[in-house]
Each structure stands twice: as structure tokens, then as C-alpha cells.
């Protein structure tokens, strides 16, 4: 089926006489008749338990990501950060590292400069535009993963998924990819041979800007079999003896991710904001096309603005990613339109607070178009190197088109940019 289909249909069938519309299961508990079943169930859980880990509701939200993205399972969380976390985690123990392309999200930067290395993970960055010897040149013994981001936020560059792949493949291990801003509408990773897929749900997903989650998305594509990947294919004693690989099969990175993380660590969303995130989704591909529209205008109007130095729009031909979006998002390049204003910080802030309709807010990829600067909000907290590294100058800002009428946000832009 393809993603329209997919998005009202998959997920939740109900038989006969159910409800039309994937109910909420608001329960923590489920009940067995036997004390013998659930201890079965703590060896080999073939049914849902305990909602810190699986639940109805969230289950059928996660069928329905994961058919999208034709992975083979999912397991969503309670934010993007969270699945971030968790991606690395289910690889990386204390002493190991992996590698990211320099250009993502500031929260996931911080993520992995920062907190990470706390745990004793070390995150090494590269230039993603560099060639692929350079790129392997970062592996070290220890590296367990790579990872990078579609189109990432807010430099707007997109990644060469298939290059990534490659080197990740030569080195024998996994790559993951954050397809936040892309979704498996624009863009589907695994296609391009990535082998785990993330989202924050919380943006174009959810679109409504109601509730903040994640999703981890397993491809079942990875042979854990092949290489040093001991806690995938010898018994995890902490789960009484279940080895993933030969319980799981295709579906052994996101079995064990819920059953040691998710077990332990316990960010998995409540059923309520899975029933709201589902109603996002219904809607998800009729939404990408007209914000890919929309998007698409607002780039070409400050494209042809003197007062504005520079656009990032991948859809825009001459854009320096313009040959790998033809490639890799050949429906469009979502909504968010990055622009440095002519005379730096000082004119960025009275562009923004001089716009009417958009809202000057912290949140990116909303059905209501709204305006962020990231040097002074989202990626505050990283260094001048490494503002540049994520592709973040004074005057940048990030435009995120929504679905008003594109006549009433460009006629925004016009009176603010006066004030310029
Ligand atoms: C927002 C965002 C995240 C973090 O997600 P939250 O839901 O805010 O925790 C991760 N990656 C990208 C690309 C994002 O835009």
C-alpha cells in the first residue's frame, strides 16, 4: 500500500463491530488468567504487560511508523531526544564511540558532546560533505555507529544517505539517520540503506504542535550475526537467557531496545499522546505536499529579496544541496526555510518581531507557520566553532511555513522585512 493508504490504515484493523477509530487503551495493567502466564510472559513477552514498555494503543501507532518507513518494527518514546538517546544506547556501552555528521540538530549536538560523554561514549563529528575516505578516517576500533540527518535542522543540508551508508557498511557497523524534518512521506532512509531510522514525532508527525515523542524505527536490514555484536546474539541474562537475534530475527534491535531500555529507562509515551499523534499522521502526506508548496514560495520570495544575504531551501534550484534533494527528496523539501538577514543579529530579531501571522516560538515544522532564531534559542548552548559546524550564523533564522494561505504569509514577510 502506499503512504496515504498507510497513514489511515495501518496499525489497527478492527474486527468486526470494533470501533472505527483506534481507541484509546488508558490502562496501565493488562490481565491474565494464570500466575504461570505472566511468569511466561517475563521470559518471553508475546503480549503486553505493562504499559512503561508496550501499550494497545502505542503499539498500533507504531505498526503504522514502522509500515511507513518499511522498517520492520518500531518503538516509539516519549520525545525525539529520547530516541536519539536510546538509537545510541542500544549500541554503545562505556568506552565505545560513534560517528555523526556535524550538521544536526543543537539538542542532539548537546546530547552527544555533552551528556553522552559523561556515560563514556564518545561522539566523533565529521564534515558530512567530506569524501568518503576522510569520513572513514574518523572510525576508530571502538565505533559502533554513524549518524546523521536528512535534512538537518537548521543548516537545511541534506545528507548523502547513501554515502553514509557505504562507509558504515565497509566498517561493519549500523547508520542511523533522523528523518525528522524529511518524514517517510519526502524521504524513506532505509531505501537508500539505512539501517535505523528515527524521528521526533513531535514536529511534522503529530503537525498540531499538541504533544512531544519519538519514534526509533528498526529496518530489520542489520546482520548482527556478521561482526562483534555480542549483546545481540548471546543471552541477555538481565531478560532470563533471550538472545535477540535468534528470538527476534529481523526485528532484533528494537526487541532489545524495548526489553533492556525502555524497561529500565521507562520514556514511552501514554496512550493519549499516541491517539493524538495517529490523528496527526492521517493527514501526514496530504500536509508534506502543501508545506513543500508553501516552503517552496517562501524561499523563492526571499531568494529574490536584496535585503536578505542568503537562502538554505534544497528545493530551490542552485541551492548547494539542490543535486541531492533531486536525489534523495524528489516530492520536496518539507517547509523550513533557513535565511541569514542582511546586517546579522540585529535584523534578524526585528524581522521576527516585527511578523504578524508568524509566531516567533520555540517549535519548528507546525501546522502555523512560526519563526525561531537559533543562535539565541535552540543552539545556545554551543560554542562559536561549533554554531559554524552545525551551520548556524548571527543572522540565520528558521522559517517554518505552515498551511495558512501562502498569500497571507508572504504579504507577513513583506511588511516585516520594511522594517529591515
Ligand atoms: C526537535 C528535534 C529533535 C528532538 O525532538 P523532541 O521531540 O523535541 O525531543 C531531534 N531531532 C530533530 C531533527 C528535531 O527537529
Redesign the pocket.
Given at each position: 500500500m502506499l503512504d496515504e493508504t498507510l497513514c489511515l490504515h495501518a496499525g489497527y484493523e478492527p474486527e468486526n463491530g470494533a470501533p472505527g477509530v483506534m481507541p484509546i487503551c488508558q490502562s496501565t495493567t493488562y490481565r491474565f488468567d494464570s500466575t504461570e502466564h505472566i511468569g511466561d510472559l517475563f521470559d518471553m513477552p508475546t503480549a503486553h504487560m505493562y504499559s512503561r514498555f508496550s501499550n494497545p494503543t502505542v503499539e498500533a501507532v507504531e505498526k503504522k511508523i514502522a509500515a511507513l518507513e518499511g522498517g520492520a518494527g518500531a518503538m516509539c518514546t516519549s520525545?525525539?531526544?529520547?530516541a536519539?538517546l536510546l538509537s545510541i544506547l542500544n549500541l554503545c556501552s562505556a568506552g565505545d564511540s560513534f560517528i555523526s555528521a556535524s550538521t544536526?540538530?543543537g539538542?542532539?549536538v548537546n546530547l552527544f558532546s555533552v551528556t553522552l560523554k559523561r556515560f563514556g561514549i564518545e561522539c566523533i563529528f565529521v564534515d558530512a560533505d567530506a569524501d568518503e575516505e576522510t569520513i572513514e578516517k574518523a572510525f576508530k576500533e571502538n565505533t559502533k555507529a554513524v549518524f546523521g540527518?536528512t535534512i538537518a535542522?537548521p543548516a537545511l543540508a541534506v545528507l548523502d544517505i547513501e554515502k553514509f551508508a557505504r562507509i558504515a557498511h565497509k566498517k561493519g557497523v549500523p547508520f542511523i539517520v533522523?528523518n525528522?524534518?524529511a518524514t517517510p512521506v519526502l524521504c524513506k532512509p532505509i531505501c537508500f540503506g539505512a539501517d535505523i531510522v528515527i524521528h521526533?514525532?513531535?514536529?511534522y508527525m503529530d503537525g498540531h504542535a499538541l504533544q512531544?515523542?519519538?519514534v526509533i524505527v528498526d529496518s530489520g536490514n542489520f546482520d548482527w550475526t556478521k561482526g562483534n555484536w555480542p549483546d545481540f546474539c548471546e543471552p541477555d541474562e538481565s531478560y532470563h537467557g533471550v538472545t535477540y537475534t535468534r528470538d527476534f530475527g529481523r526485528s532484533a534491535y528494537i526487541a532489545k531496545a524495548r526489553m533492556q531500555l525502555m524497561r529500565d529507562f521507562g520514556c514511552y509515551p501514554a496512550a493519549h499522546s499516541a491517539f493524538l499523534l495517529n490523528i496527526g499522521l492521517e493527514t501526514l502526506p496530504l500536509r508534506m505536499e502543501r508545506y513543500c508548496q508553501n516552503g517552496l514560495a517562501v524561499a523563492k520570495y526571499f531568494a529574490a529579496s536584496p535585503k536578505i544575504e542568503s537562502v538554505s531551501y534544497s528545493a530551490l534550484p542552485g541551492d548547494r544541496y539542490y543535486p541531492l534533494a533531486q536525489k534523495y527528496l524528489p516530492k520536496g523539501s518539507c517547509g523550513v526555510v533557513s535565511v541569514i538577514i542582511g546586517g546579522g543579529k540585529k535584523n534578524a530579531v526585528r524581522f521576527m518581531d516585527g511578523l504578524r501571522l508568524a509566531c516567533n516560538e520555540v517549535h519548528?515544522?507546525d501546522i502555523r507557520t512560526c519563526v525561531l532564531h537559533p543562535a539565541s534559542a535552540t543552539h545556545r548552548q554551543l560554542t562559536d566553532e561549533q554554531l559554524i559546524a552545525a551551520g548556524v550564523q548571527p543572522g540565520l533564522i528558521r522559517f517554518s511555513t505552515g498551511l495558512e494561505n501562502i498569500a497571507d504569509i508572504l504579504s507577513d514577510i513583506e511588511q516585516s522585512l520594511k522594517n529591515v
Open positions: 520525545s525525539g531526544q529520547a536519539s544536526i540538530y539538542g542532539t540527518e535542522n533522523d525528522t524534518f521526533s514525532t513531535t514536529k512531544v515523542g519519538g519548528v515544522a
